[in-house]
């Protein structure tokens, strides 16, 4: 499998600390072929002049980008990580319950 970074349908979420785009830098198959790495910078426009930047780096399952419906819970665990942190940083492995 191999992904781009235009593939991964990640472009913006809501949270309680204002709208971020999603902008995707890069991909990389682990070994074992279903999970990703995958690194995204977080921008938010301040003002006409100024954007806050936080740079995110997320272990996540191939098929959790898959559907609409996986991504959602992406998005959630992203929302979950701007509103709770500071800075940058990473997000360990979001698999889904089995």
Known sequence: MNVEPQDVQ???????KGHWG??????VEARDGENLFVTVI????I?????KS??????VS??????????????GQIRNWIETTEG???????????
Do not use: W, Y
């Open 54 to 59: 936080r740079r995110l780096e997320m272990f």
């Open 22 to 27: 999603i902008f995707v830098q890069s991909v």
């Open 47 to 51: 003002d006409d002049e100024h954007i």
């Open 10 to 16: 990640l472009h913006e979420v809501d949270t309680s």
């Open 62 to 75: 191939a098929s959790e980008l898959a559907s609409p419906s996986s991504r959602s819970g992406v998005l």
């Open 88 to 98: 940058d940083g990473s997000l360990g492995r979001m698999s889904q319950s089995k």
């Open 42 to 45: 977080l921008e938010q426009n």
